[in-house]
């Protein structure tokens, strides 16, 4: 056998060095290439309930995230994502990373939400138009105490204003909305004003069903005719008497009312409903708001508030009022 000269040996050496060099290259190359991450192309809403992984397409490897999204800050964020695998034969470690940018945007502004639409009062009556506002937030960040309240209204002057609320979230975005505010004159002494002044309050600043209104103005209607001066022993919407006659007088000389005025009357109708006369007030808090509601109301308020010797049509009367009648 003829041995081979050390130059030729070292040349086959080389030669079976750099195929397997090659054949390793060429395997890294192929495992290179065969990792792959898509991701899912999107905007991403300010505040979503997400993970980067739910941002992942599909991919060919082992996946880990490097860099994850931030959901709660808008703008441009990079998500980056490393695949990984071992190339046979050689088990090569092969990674590759991808990334994509998303855009974090907030679209939702705030949201204005009153308990009304509409609120009535006459002029003259004290009002803070913040009172009309049920809560202001975004839908993400939650309560939005820095809010603005804007309108030409006049509570001295009676008119139809719209009074507007204006709120900006902590992204910029900014929300209007407005509820009617209509001031109406002071009330004149007829029976049909009278009537509409109380059971606006009533049911306004009170915060009295309708059904729980008509039950205490058919009472009223039988008492006084919602004259808030008629009698002299008896006296006044309720037709108070005695004691409880006094104590209206005291009670709104105290409070900075005057006793012969429905405002002074309905302020100590109140304090009496939710103190000693606890009970009638939940009774009236706790009627369906219907005509039957409205029946019962006026037949618990004239037994056991106005205490009356008779309870005569006054249920009757709740229910027509209630009714329109």
């Known amino acids: 056998m003829r041995f081979l000269n050390k130059r030729t040996f070292l040349l086959l ?17 192929k495992t290179y290439e065969e990792l792959s991450v898509v991701f899912k192309d999107q905007k991403i809403e300010y505040g979503s309930d997400l993970t980067a992984m739910d941002l992942i397409k599909e991919s060919h490897g082992e996946l880990t995230i490097d860099q994850e999204i931030d959901p709660y800050t808008v703008g441009e964020q990079k998500l980056a994502a490393t695949v990984k695998a071992e190339s046979p034969r050689y088990h090569q470690s092969v990674s590759r990373t991808y990334d994509h940018t998303y855009e974090i945007v907030d679209t939702q502004a705030p949201i204005i939400e009153f308990k009304k639409d509409t ?18 937030y975004d839908i993400v960040d939650g309560d939005i105490a820095d809010y603005t309240i804007s309108g030409n209204y006049d509570l001295q002057n009676k008119g139809i204003y719209d009074v507007t609320v204006t709120a900006t979230d902590k992204n910029g975005l900014i929300a209007e909305a407005s509820y009617c505010l209509t001031i109406k004159s002071k ?22 069903s309708k059904a729980a209104a008509c039950g205490i103005l058919a009472n009223m209607s039988y008492e ?3 004259n808030p001066t008629v009698g002299d022993y008896y ?14 007088v005291s009670w709104c ?33 706790s009627v369906p708001d219907t005509a039957q509601g409205a029946y ?30």
């Open 224 to 226: 006084s005719s919602f």
């Open 13 to 29: 050496i080389a030669i079976v060095l750099a195929t397997i060099l090659f054949d390793r290259y060429r395997l890294y190359r």
């Open 235 to 248: 006296y006044g919407l309720i037709q108070w008497g005695g004691g409880r006659r006094d104590s209206l």
């Open 119 to 136: 609120i009535v009062k006459y002029a003259g009556t004290d009002y803070d138009p913040k009172e009309n506002i049920e809560r202001v």
């Open 296 to 325: 019962d109301a006026g037949e618990y308020f004239c037994r056991y508030y106005e205490v009356a010797a008779s309870v005569s049509a006054r249920p009757d009367l709740a229910a027509a009022y209630f009714n329109g009648e």
């Open 187 to 208: 009330v004149i002494m007829n029976t049909g004003e009278a009537y509409q002044y109380i059971y606006d309050r009533l049911t306004g600043d009170y915060g009295f």
């Open 253 to 285: 000389a105290a409070n900075g009312y005057e006793y012969d005025t429905i405002d002074g009357q309905l302020a100590f109708m109140y304090h009496e409903l939710t103190g000693g006369y606890r009970a009638t007030y939940d009774f009236l808090m």
